[in-house]
């Protein structure tokens, strides 16, 4: 059984080992350091933590104001506020001058669970990545997390990092992993078709392949940690000989990885298609692994799709 870390304590942690070493990074927040788990920066450098209180606009701006002036400055937040309520700010602020802030929204997607419609960010991957100049990284594991906290730091220019509540499984390898901004990842060949997955649905694609696997039907599993800028070729690659393909995400398919993949595919390579995802609708107050199965984010449906494929 993989060792089950949630990317926002792994992005905790890293932020933290890193900034050691690199006194231009500073660390601010809204309030909820103990849930974005910018806590264990602001306890071991008070001096380059600053808590905003509950106002995303002024977060935002402040973090502008930092970047301006050569530093590297981590917002921290709610996804849900970091996308929605600070959104302009994000826009006009930072974006479109292209300042060196990296925004960090923790607790996206459906899986907050009981806090409900209000606090799921199942947009905020699709709302970012629609924003021009914009980098959009969502982590598979710990591991995967870890290096793109170090890959956010080298790069220059804003980004928008998803960080998930819920523990998930440790599928990488500390040692030999690499990160690279818009590059995927294929962790396992297949020939019958090909699933692409984002942050926590990574997980579940390696449990459907192995069910897959079970039943005779080989699935290729591509990991995409950066749903802007997208490794197109990667996945025209595979789709070209899989001849199908699933795209998983724990957001809304509109305008999320779903769409950029299809996009890319329909240019030169188009093939049938499948989508695990919220579909047009807001998510409910209840229990996570509850939520997640009953959108369909699930090992069954899918099986369930690429049957339908098949």
């Not at 690199?22 to 103990?34: E, F, G, M």
Request: proline residues 4%.
């Amino acid at each position: 059984m993989n060792e089950l870390i949630a990317t926002r304590d792994a992005f905790g942690q890293a932020l933290l080992d890193f900034s050691k070493d690199n006194k231009d990074i500073v660390v601010l927040d809204a309030d909820l350091a103990h849930a974005t788990m910018s806590c264990k920066f602001q306890d071991a450098v008070p001096e380059r933590f600053f808590n905003v209180g509950i106002a995303e606009g002024d977060l935002v701006d402040t973090a502008a104001g930092l970047a301006a002036t050569g530093k590297i400055p981590f917002a921290c937040t709610f996804a849900m506020f970091a996308a929605g309520r600070a959104f302009e700010q994000v826009r006009n602020s930072i974006a479109y001058p292209r300042l060196n802030v990296k925004i960090c929204g923790s607790h996206g997607g459906i899986a907050v669970g009981k806090d409900g419609a209000t606090h799921q960010a199942i947009e905020d991957l699709a709302l970012m990545a629609a924003v021009p100049n914009m980098v959009v990284i969502n982590p598979g594991d710990a591991v995967e997390m870890r290096a793109a906290v170090k890959a956010m730091i080298e790069y220059d220019g804003p980004v928008y990092v998803r960080l998930g509540r819920n523990p998930v499984p440790v599928v990488f390898d500390e040692k030999t992993y690499h990160f690279e901004i818009g590059k995927g990842i294929r962790v396992r060949e297949g020939k019958d078709v090909t699933l692409v997955a984002t942050g926590a649905l990574f997980d579940i694609a390696n449990k459907a392949a192995d069910a897959l696997a079970e039943e005779g039907i080989g699935a290729e599993v591509i990991n995409i940690a950066t749903i802007k800028p997208l490794d197109k070729e990667l996945i025209i690659e595979s789709a070209k000989k899989t001849g199908r393909v699933v795209v998983m995400e724990e957001g809304i398919i509109v305008g999320g990885l779903g769409s950029a993949v299809a996009a890319a595919l329909s240019e030169v390579c188009p093939v049938p298609m499948r989508y695990i995802g919220m579909d047009d609708c807001f998510g409910q107050s209840g229990d996570a692994a509850d939520l997640m199965e009953y959108y369909g984010m699930s090992v069954e449906n899918t099986v369930k799709k690429v049957k339908e494929l098949l």
